[in-house]
């Protein structure tokens, strides 16, 4: 189980070369296939090579992709028939990136390499607006005009006929999670949650006599701890980071977990001190990410690394799966309240009462969630009301990016019935992957460790998806909750440690970048950032608003300047080819006293 060489591979008429972990030739046909993936699911996945027409083998992927645990990527070709075949884990946590290159393609698990010319392409507007709204560039863009990326659950088919060339990309259908055949009962729905869970932790312990856990000190990552020693036999370190301090009741709580079962268990408390990492994750990443899970996980696995464990248990995916996201259940509900209001009456509301956009107080803020589409209220939030104050900051309109990103999640979600499901499924897209799981399997990043996703396991994934809407509901209606997956801990943790409240479990990033940062900030994007200043307003523009959006809320505000930072270390690092050495500190890389006289 492990990720090996990176793949690269140049397609074009009658020709396919070149290298990767696997790779296998049978006639005219190449495979070449780079992840991480379980010996079994391995043998299955490379016996796609021996069906008849490159037909037969899309349509064994397609099957087949949905049923694979793990992360990899990989490209079948046959130079007699002259298709081409993309595709990647269904959650597509191992990027895949292709761009035209002359009459062919350069396909690629690294960005760079797919890159003509990395110190002069051309930026892709709408990979850049993701970036900016979501922290995170969405598949198919990326940060170039002319790289895509496979999105996820998708399979792409490049025909290159005598006719002229050919692209078809086909979606794994969701449909396939959303069993027609709910469960009927809590009993019914626990019993195959921890069936589905222990398969999934077993499969994934699979030949290690000690693993690793990354214990965040609630109940998802709590119970895999357990379930590891107490079901499946094994010697378990776990690993626990925090700058919530000493009396947090997150640590508190992983140090409980920790202690009941035995485990080794090694804390690491972050400081702004540990973003001088980002540009070595933002080099080996190739394109920005403010998603600090990932500096978490890099910074963990060295510290499993240092004690000899090379696989690692994380618990992502437990919450977005089971709606207990906390916006899930309000939205649920809005939805089923707008069925009887015609959207022209609720945006007619909308425009009398001046809540179309701008930074609204909680109140007026309320209202307007209550009157848009609650789809729209769903990419709101999670691109952080990027509508809200983007005219207050940004040069550009970006209506067509916004627009495009909205009709993407529509497309999605039609095929999906029920609206806690669509919230869900739309989570799964904006959030989840591929943010900071690609950390976690570049081996620049991972120090040799190999993390595993129960949570992502096809077997619970499929689950979680039976559960109907009445049995994700909490004790509260506004506040789902996974009460399965609590009752089901009771049964291994203690039962304050599985009833524990959730917390969201974030860095700091309010006290790292606080309100007093905002004129340093400023005028470092006005004398040393060149795309900075290219896309944000001028400097006393840029103060003012930067004021009234941390008066409004300093998370966001927080987040922003965290974003634009990534941003520019990006294009030092990637851009400009600036090398970063692993003792200097990010004030020093910058060549900027980013944080003024405010203590570390």
Excluded at 129 to 139: M, Q
Excluded at 538 to 544: A, F, G, I, T
């Amino acid at each position: 189980m492990d990720c090996g060489e990176r793949l690269r591979v140049s397609l074009g008429p009658g020709s396919a070369n070149g290298v990767s972990l696997v790779c296998m030739q049978s006639g005219a046909r190449y495979l070449y296939w780079e992840g991480a993936l379980l010996d079994s699911y391995r043998a299955r996945l490379l016996s796609c090579l021996r069906a008849p027409t490159l037909r037969d083998i899309k349509a064994f992927l397609i099957r087949t992709l949905l049923s694979l645990d793990g992360a990899f990527a990989g490209v079948v070709a046959d130079t007699e028939e002259d298709v081409a075949i993309l595709f990647h884990d269904m959650n597509g946590i191992m990027p895949l990136f292709f761009a035209r290159r002359g009459q062919g393609y350069e396909v690629a698990t690294e960005l760079k390499a797919c890159v003509r010319s990395v110190g002069s392409g051309e930026l892709d507007r709408d990979g850049l607006f993701s970036y900016l709204c979501l922290g995170t560039v969405l598949p198919p863009h990326t940060m170039w005009a002319d790289v895509e990326a496979l999105e996820r659950g998708a399979v792409l088919e490049i025909d290159f006929s005598v006719s002229g060339e050919k692209r078809t990309v086909t979606y794994l259908s969701p449909e396939i999670y959303f069993e027609e055949c709910k469960f009927k009962s809590s009993q019914e729905a626990i019993t195959s949650l921890e069936e589905s869970l222990l398969e999934a932790v077993c499969d994934q312990s699979t030949g290690k006599s000690e693993v690793g856990v990354f214990l965040s000190g609630g109940v998802d990552s709590g119970l895999l701890a357990a379930m590891l020693r107490q079901r499946c036999g094994k010697r378990v370190s776990a690993y626990t980071i925090g700058p919530w301090g000493e009396r947090s009741s997150d640590l508190v709580t992983a140090r409980r977990t920790g202690q009941q079962e035995a485990v080794r268990h090694r804390e690491y408390f972050a400081s702004r001190a540990d973003l001088d990492h980002l540009p070595r994750l933002v080099a080996v990443l190739g394109q920005p990410n403010s998603d600090l899970s990932a500096l978490a996980f890099y910074l963990l696995s060295r510290l499993a690394a240092q004690d000899g464990i090379d696989r690692v248990f994380s618990g992502q995916n437990a919450d977005t799966c089971l709606g207990a996201m906390p916006y899930v259940a309000p939205l649920t509900w809005l939805a089923l309240v707008q069925r009887w209001i015609s959207p022209t009456i609720r945006n007619g509301l909308l425009r009398w009462l001046g809540l179309r956009n701008g930074l609204l107080s909680g109140r007026r803020l309320g209202f307007r969630y209550f009157l848009s589409d609650w789809q729209d209220d769903l990419i709101l939030l999670k691109t952080q009301r990027f509508e809200d104050y983007a005219n207050m900051v940004y040069q550009y309109a970006w209506d067509d990016s916004k627009a495009a990103l909205g009709q993407r999640v529509r497309e999605t979600l039609s095929s999906v019935g029920s609206v806690d499901d669509q919230i869900i499924l739309a989570d799964t897209l904006l959030l989840e992957s591929p943010r900071c799981l690609q950390a976690m399997f570049l081996p620049p990043l991972a120090h040799g460790v190999t993390t595993v996703f129960p949570y992502y396991h096809p077997a619970w994934v499929k689950a979680a998806w039976r559960i109907p809407q009445t049995l994700r509901r909490g004790e509260h209606w506004l506040k789902w909750d996974k009460p399965l997956l609590r009752e089901l801990a009771r049964k291994y943790l203690p039962t304050d440690v599985a009833r524990k409240p959730p917390k969201s479990l974030v860095f700091p990033v309010q006290q790292w970048f606080p309100k007093e940062s905002i004129p340093t900030f400023a005028r470092f994007v006005e004398n040393k950032s060149v795309l900075l200043r290219e896309i944000l307003l001028p400097r006393e523009h840029l103060e003012s608003a930067l004021s009234a959006i941390y008066l409004w809320n300093e998370v966001v505000a927080a987040n922003l300047l965290l974003k634009w930072l990534v941003l520019e270390i990006w294009y030092r690092v990637i851009i400009q080819g600036y090398e970063w050495v692993g003792e200097t500190s990010l004030q020093e890389f910058l060549d900027w006293p980013l944080w003024g006289e405010v203590p570390r």
